[in-house]
């Protein structure tokens, strides 16, 4: 049971460059989500995703696109690199209890320098 | 905007003594949750409350949920080393489904 992978663990862009942060879960986890943490700024959602099939966005969708067709995996991509990107990137899945509340489980993270 | 604000940004404390890192939120928040994530680390979680006015203890940690469900606070009573790393609160806010808003972190230094 690996959890949440994320792949890359670094990356650096130089800024125009497209690239794709990997996410995938074995938990069976119906809920996906990417998030951002920045320095001040805390863990900011960049979009989520309840089910296969279904994506919504979050508080900072801007410069960033997901597709969820499986239950396993929620990829984030970036469609054109810029240094206001440079973060790290962090992938949460969360399994629905009984209360309605996620528990969310975080992957190790992606640091992305953009240039 | 940010949603759910949290205080302080940074505490240093002497090996020993307690901590207390604050959440506030400008709405009503159906459920909160703690997490910790050590430096260089991943947010790992703590605990979650959803009753109004819910006091829940874990070891030396203790997490309240205030009567209105906008404030949430978690004390730690004689820190260790252990405890060094950011502390955020992430709250579940009822109209907006499924968005959990973090707070924006406390990072605690404990100086042995």
């Known amino acids: 049971n690996a959890g949440v992978t994320q792949t890359p663990k670094f990356q650096v862009l130089k800024t125009g460059q497209s690239m794709t942060l990997q996410c995938a879960q074995d938990?069976?986890?119906?809920?996906m989500s990417w998030y951002r943490q920045d320095p001040g700024m805390g863990l900011r959602l960049i979009h989520y995703?309840?089910?296969?099939?279904?994506?919504d966005q979050g508080e900072v969708p801007n410069g960033y696109n997901v597709s969820r067709s499986t239950t396993e995996d929620f990829p984030l991509r970036l469609l054109s690199a810029a240094p206001s990107q440079t973060s790290v990137y962090f992938c949460?899945?969360?399994?629905?209890?009984?209360?309605?509340?996620?528990?969310?489980?975080f992957g190790a993270g992606s640091r992305l320098t953009v240039l | 905007g940010q949603q759910v604000m949290q205080i302080p940004q940074y505490q240093h404390v002497q090996e020993g003594e307690d901590f207390t890192t604050y959440c506030n939120s400008s709405?009503?928040?159906?459920?909160i949750q703690w997490y910790k994530q050590r430096p260089g680390g991943h947010p790992v979680f703590l605990i979650q409350?959803?009753?109004?006015?819910e006091v829940k203890k874990q070891k030396r940690l203790t997490f309240q949920f205030g009567e209105a469900k906008k404030n949430s606070s978690l004390h730690i009573t004689a820190t260790q080393t252990t405890d060094v790393g950011t502390y955020f609160c992430?709250?579940?806010?009822?109209?907006?489904?499924?968005?959990?808003?973090f707070g924006t972190g406390t990072s605690l230094t404990v100086i042995p």
């Open positions: 709405t009503t928040l159906s459920n």
């Open positions: 949460a899945s969360s399994y629905r209890g009984y209360s309605g509340a996620n528990v969310l489980t």
């Open positions: 938990m069976n986890h119906e809920y």
């Open positions: 409350l959803v009753k109004s006015g």
């Open positions: 992430a709250g579940l806010v009822t109209n907006t489904g499924n968005q959990f808003y």
């Open positions: 995703s309840v089910g296969a099939g279904i994506t």
